[in-house]
C-alpha cells in the first residue's frame, strides 16, 4: 500500500527523492484503507502514523544502512566519472572495461544477464589503460575518436555492445556489469523513424530533391519517412551541441549512405561545424578500425 518510484539502472537525478544538507525529502503514494468508498479512519492512522515512520527510520537513516554497500555506490559513481574525463585526454570517445558485462536479460529489463554472458575482454590492439580514484588502474577497450565499425555475424553481440556504448552516457549503479562502460556526454543515438514530425529542418547534406519538386533546405512534414526521418534526426542532433553520433544498421535508413548517392560521404555542416564522430555498425566509408565483437 506504499510504493515510490523504482529507480533504474542508471544514477540520475530523481523527482522521488530530493537531498540537501538539511533534510531528506522522500515523494511516495500511500493507498489508505477503505470500507467500500469510506476510508477506514484507524487504520488510516495507524498506517500513516505508525508504519510510515518505521519505514523512514529504516530506510533513510544512515545508522539503518549498509555503510559498505553505500560507500560503494559513491565509489562507483565517482569513478566513472573519472574515467569519463578522461576520454578526451585520451583522444577516445568510449571507453569498456575489461570484465563487463553488457547483455541484458530481456529487452524490458534492464539488469545484467546473469546465465551465459561472457565478460568482455578487449583486443589486444585496442587495449587502454585508464584510472579510477577508487577502484585504480582499469583496463579496457578504448574507441578511438573517427569513424568507427563494428561488424560481425549475427547474434554476435554487435547491438549489445552499441546499446551498451550508448548508455554510457550515464553512471550505472554497482554491479549493473556496464559500471565502467563510458562514453562521451554528447554521444547521440539516431535512428529512423517513420511516422515523425519534421519542421523546418535542412536535410539537404542527405537527401538533395524530392518528388514534386519539394524543398529539402527547410523540410517540414507531418509524416515522415525512414530516410527523411533519420536525416532531420541526425542534423537535430548536431545542432543540439552532439559530438557523437551511434547508428545501428537494423534500425538505420541505410541508403542515407549508400555510395551511389550524390550525398554520400559528404562533411556535413550546420552553423559551421563538421559533423562528429560517427560511430556506427555499418556506414559505407573506409572505418578508422574495425573489429569483431569479443565474446
Given at each position: 500500500m506504499i510504493s515510490i518510484v523504482r529507480p533504474s539502472q542508471a544514477i540520475l537525478s530523481r523527482s522521488a527523492a530530493k537531498v540537501t544538507a538539511a533534510a531528506v525529502e522522500l515523494r511516495f503514494t500511500v493507498g489508505l484503507p477503505a470500507f467500500g468508498r469510506r476510508i477506514a479512519g484507524r487504520q488510516a492512522a495507524v498506517l500513516l502514523c505508525e508504519a510510515v515512520p518505521e519505514l523512514v527510520g529504516q530506510t533513510l537513516r544512515y545508522r539503518s544502512l549498509n555503510s559498505k554497500a553505500l560507500a560503494r555506490h559513491c565509489d562507483t559513481a565517482e569513478d566513472a566519472e573519472a574515467l569519463r574525463r578522461q576520454l578526451a585526454e585520451q583522444g577516445l570517445i568510449a571507453f569498456v572495461a575489461d570484465g563487463a558485462v553488457l547483455p541484458r536479460r530481456s529487452g524490458v529489463d534492464e539488469r545484467p544477464l546473469l546465465e551465459q554472458a561472457i565478460p568482455f575482454q578487449a583486443p589486444d590492439w585496442?587495449?587502454?589503460t585508464l584510472h579510477c580514484p577508487n577502484a585504480g588502474n582499469v583496463t579496457g577497450m578504448g574507441i578511438p575518436q573517427g569513424i568507427t565499425l563494428i561488424v560481425g555475424g549475427g547474434y554476435h553481440g554487435k547491438s549489445t555492445l552499441l546499446r551498451?556504448?550508448?548508455?554510457?552516457?550515464?553512471?550505472?549503479?554497482?554491479g549493473?556489469?556496464?559500471h565502467q562502460?563510458?562514453?562521451?556526454?554528447?554521444?547521440?543515438k539516431v535512428r529512423a523513424e517513420d511516422g515523425r514530425s519534421i519542421a523546418?529542418?535542412?536535410i539537404s547534406p542527405f537527401i538533395g530533391s524530392?518528388?514534386?519538386g519539394k524543398s529539402t533546405r527547410h523540410f517540414s512534414t507531418a509524416n515522415a519517412s525512414g530516410s527523411t526521418s533519420q536525416a532531420a534526426n541526425i542534423i537535430e542532433a548536431l545542432e543540439s551541441g552532439a559530438t557523437m553520433l551511434l547508428v545501428d544498421e537494423d534500425t538505420s535508413a541505410y541508403q542515407l549512405y549508400d555510395s551511389r548517392s550524390p550525398h554520400a560521404g559528404v562533411d556535413c555542416q550546420t552553423s559551421g561545424s563538421p559533423l562528429p564522430h560517427l560511430s556506427t555498425k555499418c556506414v559505407n566509408s573506409t572505418p578508422t578500425m574495425a573489429y569483431p565483437p569479443c565474446w
Open positions: 585496442l587495449r587502454v551498451a556504448i550508448e548508455a554510457g552516457v550515464y553512471n550505472h549503479i554497482p549493473d556489469g556496464r562502460v563510458v562514453t562521451d556526454p554528447g554521444a547521440v523546418g529542418v535542412d524530392l518528388p514534386q
